[in-house]
């Protein structure tokens, strides 16, 4: 069974701009959540995904969205990208909300200068 | 909201010896996870407890669920270079279900 599948690895983007990360769960995953990871402010909570809705969202600013689609694969998209955006952009997967353990991908590793 | 607090945060142990990180939430839990994170690498999922002061064992790994439902541990017994890492503990609330992760314990082991 493949794991969670995240892309790019790596970006590096300048202060104003705006990216888009992609995640693949693992097949037969409804549940997608996001989390940002930084040295000093460990695993932070973005949002969560269930059957295309936004279940929860964690306290970051609106710059911060993402979305679900029909397969379950999910985006998430920050604009007027600042450097304290630099982090580890985890995704993670599971079956369901409830008690589910959640699969991680490798992370995305964003860099803005 | 809810918080997960978690402590120590750095821990430095000689090969051999034995390691405690411990796990605190705000508020009741109905379920806590634990993960690991190798350096470089992503969190992996040890195991999830559930039942108020339930404990398991994976070979020299312990875990207990309070008894209130509030606080966690993660206990390993005679440690190995292969336990570095950093252990995250998670909680989920039965309302708001999202997994709070705790601040993590990184863990070195020196041979």
């Known amino acids: 069974k493949a794991g969670v599948t995240q892309t790019p690895r790596y970006l590096i983007k300048t202060r104003g701009q705006q990216v888009t990360l992609s995640c693949s769960p693992i097949?037969?995953?409804?549940?997608v959540s996001w989390y940002q990871q930084t040295p000093g402010q460990g695993l932070q909570f973005l949002f969560e995904y269930f059957s295309e809705t936004q279940r929860n969202k964690g306290n970051f600013p609106g710059r911060f969205s993402g979305r679900q689609f029909s397969n379950s694969r999910s985006e998430m998209n920050v604009s007027t990208l600042e450097l304290g955006d630099s982090a580890l952009y985890l995704c993670?997967?599971?079956?369901?909300?409830?008690?589910?353990?959640?699969?991680f991908g490798n992370g995305t590793r964003l860099t803005v200068t | 909201g809810q918080q997960v607090m978690q402590i120590p945060q750095y821990q430095h142990v000689q090969e051999g010896e034995d390691f405690t990180t411990y796990c605190n939430s705000s508020t009741t839990l109905s379920n806590i996870q634990w993960y690991k994170q190798r350096p470089g690498g992503h969190p992996v999922f040890l195991i999830q407890?559930?039942?108020?002061?339930e404990v398991k064992k994976q070979k020299r790994l312990t875990f207990q669920f309070g008894e209130a439902k509030k606080n966690s541990s993660l206990h390993i017994t005679a440690t190995q270079t292969t336990d570095v890492g950093t252990y995250f503990c998670?909680?989920?609330?039965?309302?708001?279900?999202?997994?709070?992760f705790g601040s993590g314990t990184q863990l070195t082991v020196l041979p």
């Open positions: 993670a997967s599971s079956f369901d909300r409830e008690a589910s353990p959640l699969h």
């Open positions: 407890l559930v039942k108020s002061g």
């Open positions: 998670a909680g989920r609330t039965g309302s708001a279900r999202q997994l709070t």
């Open positions: 097949s037969g995953h409804r549940s």
